[in-house]
């Protein structure tokens, strides 16, 4: 599967996002079809550092038992110290370029934008992904800029070097559908799984919602 395909449902989270153990919402959301997973130990409940990067491993494992690519949020060094398939970084991380020159070669850095300066910038510095957004309001990111909506998101697209795009911010089954047809490769989301009562059937809800049908 290429990362243009993998980037269809990206499931996001860390344990402060989970209703039930973070474990069995990881476990859920494979069965129900995610095709990447992001760790995202961030906020007021998030743990210390040796149960993140203990949380990690245990995630990661279950990541791998589904083949199913793990990626880490920020983190560089813990993403390298476990192994990891690749790590996500904002416009306060490190950059792209930095971690490209200390980075094994088949490694995935994702990079997030919100504007097109941003997504040019980002595939410039040679990231692999783009997450575009906020697109809509979120309740998962303490920090999140306004977000853009789907005519933002729409107006970026042109400007993203031909990178992959996922796109990311209070996307639900609601909307999932309305996010694809901007021209998205998928959608990134934390609580419409993490939060949702039974997240094995929100996740292959968005599985059918972001699937490509073959005249798209
Ligand atoms: C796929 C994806 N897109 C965007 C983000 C947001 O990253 P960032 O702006 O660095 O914010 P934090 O997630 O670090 O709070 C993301 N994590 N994943
Ligand atoms: C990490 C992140 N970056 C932009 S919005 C967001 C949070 C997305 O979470 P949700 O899918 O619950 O809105
Ligand atoms: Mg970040």
Redesign the pocket.
């Known amino acids: 599967m290429t990362l243009r395909q993998r980037l269809q449902l990206?499931f996001?989270m860390g344990s402060d996002d989970c209703l039930h153990a973070p474990e069995q919402v990881v476990e859920e959301a494979l069965a129900g079809g995610i095709t990447l997973f992001?760790f995202?130990e961030?906020g007021a409940r998030a743990h210390s550092d040796t149960a993140t990067r203990a949380l990690a491993l245990e995630l990661q494992q279950r990541c791998r038992r589904h083949d199913v690519p793990f990626v880490v949020?920020?983190d560089v060094e813990l993403a390298l110290a476990i192994g990891a398939d690749g790590v996500?970084?904002?416009?306060?991380?490190e950059s792209v370029a930095a971690i490209r020159a200390r980075c094994p070669r088949n490694f995935i850095i994702?990079a997030?934008a919100i504007s097109r300066e941003e997504a040019e910038r980002a595939s410039r510095e040679g990231a692999d992904y783009l997450?575009i957004?906020p697109v809509l309001a979120t309740g998962s990111?303490a920090d999140a800029e306004r977000p853009i909506g789907l005519q933002g998101l729409a107006d970026i697209l042109p400007f993203t070097g031909g990178l992959p795009t996922?796109a990311?911010g209070g996307i639900d089954a609601s909307c999932c559908a309305r996010v694809m047809r901007t021209g998205v490769d998928g959608v990134?989301v934390i609580s419409a799984i993490s939060r949702a009562a039974a997240p094995r059937q929100a996740a292959a809800g968005l599985k059918s919602l972001t699937a490509r049908q073959p005249a798209d």
């Open positions: 990206y996001i992001q995202r961030k949020n920020d996500h970084v904002g416009q306060q991380d994702g997030s997450g957004g990111k996922v990311i990134a």
